[in-house]
């Protein structure tokens, strides 16, 4: 199958790090833009980060930027999000997808989703 999956996640304090994965052997990678997603409970999917076929463009929601770094290696089919000095309300199921036309901060344009990682961030 060609869904990507997330790995990484966990429980932290507010202040630490987590760096996810996504491996997406099945894609052809180099063909899509990628993207992290999160999802708290009772709350909408929001964009975390995107960035482009070969890396050279990335975006970051505003809450997470000078924090998160999205990074990818199409080498091995994988994208990355490094999230550093976490807060609380990081809190949230966080999803990587896929996306054939290029970069969108729209969930529902999205092509292919993983199962999600939950990351939890304690006070």
């Known amino acids: 199958q060609v869904q990507p999956v997330e790995s990484g996640g966990g429980l932290v304090q507010a202040g630490g790090s987590l760096r996810l994965s996504c491996a997406a052997s099945?894609?052809?990678?180099?063909?899509?833009?990628m993207g992290w997603f999160r999802q708290a409970p009772g709350k909408e999917r929001d964009f975390v980060a995107g960035?482009?076929?070969?890396?050279?463009?990335?975006y970051y929601a505003d809450s997470v930027k000078g924090r998160f770094t999205i990074s990818r290696d199409n080498a091995k089919n994988i994208v990355y999000l490094q999230m550093n000095n976490l807060k609380p309300e990081d809190t949230a199921v966080y999803y990587c997808?896929?996306?054939?036309?290029?970069?969108?901060?729209?969930?529902?344009?999205?092509?292919?989703w993983g199962q999600g990682t939950q990351v939890t961030v304690s006070s």
């Open positions: 960035i482009s076929r070969n890396g050279d463009t990335t």
């Open positions: 997808a896929a996306n054939i036309v290029g970069i969108t901060r729209v969930w529902n344009e999205y092509n292919y």
């Open positions: 099945k894609l052809t990678f180099r063909l899509y833009a």
